[in-house]
């Protein structure tokens, strides 16, 4: 379940002396890691993880934390039919969609899916399309000015950070 957050919280390892880079693209490892420190899984849970679930995560900066996200109760992430992750890969608006959802760090307290306020690229038919809708209803996540929310877009640090806000909050 989730923790309750005491303290600030530090994103996307940012400091005061760092630039932030807001438009730089978050990869795949980089958006486990955020989920999970904000979630607050402690480094001896981290620490049972002690074989990489895919081929290309063993000695990844962050293998244990897509280590916890596969393997632990909600097993949130699944990897690629080929065995593998690809944790420095973009990771785009619909598969981040999908993360926020089913990791636990947005409270989904019911699912009603309404396709009327959906944006307009957005069909119920789509794998993410649950995802989205209710992220969009809750204020989570925005789409573009034109109605769309361009899934397949990345997502930047600057869209990564709002949404991680507005989950919390």
Known sequence: GLQPISGPVTLLNSSARAAYQAQNNVTKGELVYEIL???GVSQKELDKCT???FSDTKGYKYEKYI???SKNSD???KGNPDGTFKPNSFINRAEAAKAFTESDLFYVSQMIFDSNSSPKDVKESDWFFKFVDELSNDGVID???DGTFKPNNNVNRAEF???AVAALF
């Open 37 to 39: 420190k904000t979630r």
């Open 51 to 53: 074989e990489s679930p």
């Open 67 to 69: 280590c916890y996200a």
């Open 75 to 77: 097993q949130w992430i």
């Open 143 to 145: 789409g573009y000015s």
């Open 161 to 163: 950070a709002k949404m």
